[in-house]
């Protein structure tokens, strides 16, 4: 199975469009666009996860003047999409059908193709405790690293082929709680990758 992308190139960096956030604030916030060959007989649905593995785990030193995160520091997981049930003849999901905007507060019921249903990402932990920001975030939203980040940040998407019209997860599920449901259930996986940075050091 092969996945691509005609809003940025793998391993290049992804624009401005696609990300939450930009040097001037809240960005276009719109899901790139995606698309898919090749895929596996038996397939019955997809599953799709967006996530960066370069965020910082130390959250004091995020955006602020006075220090730079270290490139050496341990970096762990954020996710940024979650989907499922993406019907198995679809192939392709266009830029901004999904998101097209941020949404203080996270979008309640976001676009997508018809019968997916999406998670949530990884903004809902992170705006927890900000009263003008908390909620639960469904759907995509995009890169918005820290500007004092010395690391490229790195935005996978993922794509798997399932045996399963329907996946068993329920509610305001997560991309842990897809990856437990999935397993014995992946007949293929794609993926490609986007870059983003606002440290204009690096950019």
């Known amino acids: 199975m092969k ?3 005609q809003s940025f ?10 990300a939450a956030g930009d040097a001037n604030g809240f960005a276009g916030n719109r899901n790139p666009q995606l698309g898919w060959r090749d895929v596996p007989a038996g397939t019955r649905s997809f ?4 996530v ?3 965020v910082p785990t130390v959250p004091e030193l995020v955006g602020r003047d006075d220090v730079s995160i270290p490139l050496d520091q341990p970096r762990g997981d954020f996710v940024h999409w979650v989907m499922v049930d993406v019907p198995a003849e679809l192939r392709e999901i266009a830029a901004g059908s999904c ?3 941020f949404t203080a507060h996270g979008k309640s019921q976001p676009a997508g193709p018809a019968g997916a249903r999406q998670g949530i990402n ?3 932990g992170w705006f927890a405790g900000n009263a003008q920001m908390a909620g639960t975030y469904h759907g995509y939203d995009g890169p918005y690293p820290p500007f004092n980040d010395e690391r490229l940040h790195r935005y996978f998407f993922r794509l798997f082929a399932l045996d ?5 997860v329920d509610g305001a599920f997560t991309a842990a709680d897809v990856y437990r449901a999935m397993q014995g259930h992946v007949l293929a996986e794609a993926a490609v990758h986007g870059t983003y940075t606002l440290n204009p050091k690096l950019a």
Do not use: K
Request: proline content about 13%; charged content about 25%; glycine content about 6%.
């Open 3 to 5: 996945l691509d992308s």
């Open 9 to 18: 190139q793998n391993g290049q960096p992804l624009p401005a469009e696609f």
């Open 47 to 50: 599953a799709l996860v967006c």
């Open 52 to 54: 960066d593995p370069d």
């Open 99 to 101: 998101s097209d905007g």
């Open 122 to 124: 990884d903004y809902t």
């Open 164 to 168: 399963v019209e329907r996946l068993p």
